[in-house]
């Protein structure tokens, strides 16, 4: 029996409500263990957060997991294969390496075997790219030992991807479960057209990524109170892998590898994931050329540009966000409309809007200058602008006894608001022209 739309939106709903109600546990944990992120010169946050964010995550993940394993209606698909297996071991071991980071950094040699075990076990499994469509060519099946390694490479590729765009509060949560939920629908519908087997485990992982990304957003965005750390970013990686491989690695069919011009089956999840996709091979290039490693952190991502372009935190996140979601529909549209209408046309005005949006917006904030800016440039053209002293500012002059000059009753005057001490007048008492040289220097205090 298929599992109905409605079978995997009550388990996204199982894995969001169950990861909201952990995140308050995971915090608590957090400050009582002192697994806080301390803000940088790189991280935009303003004080220390907690980061066991991804443990919550997890927690929701296998709460929801269980869930579709005793509901009863996912029984073709924990009964005809070892994939769910496979997807609970690699999910695991993805979580498990990420918190490790978190608490001891690892070295990037050890991340990276830690997320080449992830591949291998879930290839190992059963999840794994067999089928392989080249644009305009044929299909080609890949024997088991290049789909593993083609597996362990899309695994290392997906789990980084998530990892790069994780730099604002709600960011990567807010984009996978934007693509998560895309590819649920796309999975749905390709096994209503019957190019999927109702066992097929690629729309449920969907679904548990979904459901685990809008649990945690509500605790994620600006001002965020918890971070997903790299456990939560490793984890939607993997599960977005297994969700992408299970789909479009296992049906040669025209329906989904000729969409828009004949794209492989492979290039639809690159497609809804683009934004994430495009950040991490612009890392690569710029690490590359600047011979630096590509574990290298910096503030050069999609989203630190949007930043130094003029939009704030929150319009940041939303630009990618909405990017995300013209590019989900721009998979959707042909799944689902069956060649009537075009609707192609408001997705390119969508985009073209969002363009303009992005470049132009920053500069319409404010039409004149501010008043800081026309006091700075007064000052600037005007050489004798008057220099005031703060109220309750004190300035401290400091004098030597024999700049100090003398009343007429004998007592010394001390110095101007100028902060320099007041001319000394001519005078024939030879009392006057006689210093100390081995007198203190004193303090003016001057309010």
Same mark, same amino acid.
Request: net charge positive.
């Given at each position: 029996m298929r599992p109905a739309l409605t079978a995997y939106l009550v388990v996204a709903s199982v894995a969001a409500g169950s990861t909201m109600l952990l995140v308050p546990l995971c915090r608590l944990v957090a400050h009582w263990t002192g697994l806080l992120i301390q803000p940088d010169s790189r991280r935009l946050h303003s004080g220390p957060t907690p980061i066991l964010g991804g443990v919550a995550m997890y927690a929701g993940f296998i709460v929801a997991f269980g869930f579709a394993w005793?509901?009863?209606?996912?029984?073709?698909?924990?009964?005809?294969?070892?994939?769910?297996?496979?997807?609970?071991?690699?999910?695991?071991?993805?979580?498990?390496?990420?918190?490790?980071?978190? =608490? &001891?950094?690892?070295?990037? /040699?050890?991340?990276?075997?830690?997320?080449?075990?992830?591949?291998?076990?879930?290839?190992?499994?059963? *999840?794994?790219i067999i089928w392989?469509? *080249?644009?305009?060519?044929?299909?080609?099946?890949?024997?088991?030992?290049?789909?593993l390694l083609v597996s362990v490479i899309w695994v290392l590729g997906m789990t980084n991807a998530v990892n790069f765009i994780d730099g604002l509060d709600g960011l990567a949560a807010g984009i996978i479960g934007i693509g998560a939920s895309a590819f649920l629908l796309y999975g749905v519908r390709l096994g209503q057209v019957e190019f999927l087997f109702p066992g097929n485990i690629g729309p449920l992982t969907a679904a548990l990524a979904a459901g685990v990304c809008v649990g945690f957003l509500p605790w994620n965005?600006? +001002?965020? #109170?918890?971070?997903?750390?790299?456990?939560?970013?490793?984890?939607?990686g993997t599960l977005m892998a297994a969700s992408t491989m299970a789909v479009g690695g296992r049906t040669p069919d025209p329906f989904s590898g000729q969409t828009f011009f004949f794209y492989a089956p492979l290039a639809i999840p690159i497609l809804i994931l683009g934004v994430p996709m495009l950040d991490t091979a612009f890392a690569i290039v710029r690490r590359a050329t600047h011979r630096r490693g590509?574990?290298?952190?910096?503030?050069?991502?999609?989203?630190?540009?949007?930043?130094?372009?003029?939009?704030?935190?929150?319009?940041? *996140?939303?630009?990618?966000?909405?990017?995300?979601?013209?590019?989900?529909?721009?998979?959707?549209? /042909?799944?689902?409309?069956?060649? #009537?209408?075009?609707?192609?046309?408001?997705?390119?005005?969508?985009?073209?809007?969002?363009?303009?949006?992005?470049l132009f917006h920053p500069g319409t904030r404010r039409i004149g200058p501010s008043s800081n800016e026309l006091r700075a440039r007064w000052a600037s053209f005007s050489p004798s602008f008057p220099r005031q002293i703060p109220h309750k500012?004190? =300035?401290? =002059?400091?004098?030597?006894?024999?700049?100090?000059? &003398?009343?007429?009753?004998?007592?010394?005057?001390?110095?101007?608001?100028?902060?320099?001490?007041?001319?000394?007048? +001519?005078?024939?008492?030879?009392?006057?022209?006689?210093?100390? /040289?081995?007198?203190?220097?004193?303090?003016?205090t001057i309010k």
């Amino acid at each position: 029996m298929r599992p109905a739309l409605t079978a995997y939106l009550v388990v996204a709903s199982v894995a969001a409500g169950s990861t909201m109600l952990l995140v308050p546990l995971c915090r608590l944990v957090a400050h009582w263990t002192g697994l806080l992120i301390q803000p940088d010169s790189r991280r935009l946050h303003s004080g220390p957060t907690p980061i066991l964010g991804g443990v919550a995550m997890y927690a929701g993940f296998i709460v929801a997991f269980g869930f579709a394993w005793l509901s009863g209606w996912f029984d073709a698909v924990f009964t005809s294969s070892t994939e769910p297996i496979a997807v609970l071991a690699g999910a695991t071991t993805a979580c498990f390496v990420g918190l490790v980071d978190d =608490v &001891k950094d690892i070295s990037p /040699p050890a991340k990276m075997a830690g997320l080449c075990l992830v591949g291998g076990l879930l290839a190992g499994g059963g *999840v794994s790219i067999i089928w392989f469509r *080249v644009p305009f060519l044929d299909v080609f099946v890949l024997p088991y030992d290049l789909a593993l390694l083609v597996s362990v490479i899309w695994v290392l590729g997906m789990t980084n991807a998530v990892n790069f765009i994780d730099g604002l509060d709600g960011l990567a949560a807010g984009i996978i479960g934007i693509g998560a939920s895309a590819f649920l629908l796309y999975g749905v519908r390709l096994g209503q057209v019957e190019f999927l087997f109702p066992g097929n485990i690629g729309p449920l992982t969907a679904a548990l990524a979904a459901g685990v990304c809008v649990g945690f957003l509500p605790w994620n965005v600006y +001002p965020a #109170e918890i971070f997903m750390g790299d456990a939560g970013s490793l984890l939607l990686g993997t599960l977005m892998a297994a969700s992408t491989m299970a789909v479009g690695g296992r049906t040669p069919d025209p329906f989904s590898g000729q969409t828009f011009f004949f794209y492989a089956p492979l290039a639809i999840p690159i497609l809804i994931l683009g934004v994430p996709m495009l950040d991490t091979a612009f890392a690569i290039v710029r690490r590359a050329t600047h011979r630096r490693g590509l574990a290298t952190a910096d503030k050069d991502h999609l989203h630190h540009r949007l930043v130094r372009l003029g939009h704030g935190h929150r319009r940041s *996140v939303s630009i990618l966000w909405a990017w995300t979601a013209l590019l989900s529909a721009l998979v959707l549209y /042909p799944t689902y409309n069956e060649g #009537e209408g075009d609707g192609i046309v408001p997705i390119g005005v969508g985009a073209l809007a969002l363009v303009l949006y992005t470049l132009f917006h920053p500069g319409t904030r404010r039409i004149g200058p501010s008043s800081n800016e026309l006091r700075a440039r007064w000052a600037s053209f005007s050489p004798s602008f008057p220099r005031q002293i703060p109220h309750k500012e004190s =300035v401290t =002059v400091e004098l030597r006894s024999d700049n100090l000059q &003398k009343s007429d009753n004998g007592d010394k005057v001390a110095a101007t608001a100028t902060g320099r001490p007041p001319r000394r007048r +001519p005078t024939t008492d030879s009392a006057d022209k006689t210093t100390n /040289p081995n007198s203190k220097q004193s303090q003016s205090t001057i309010k």
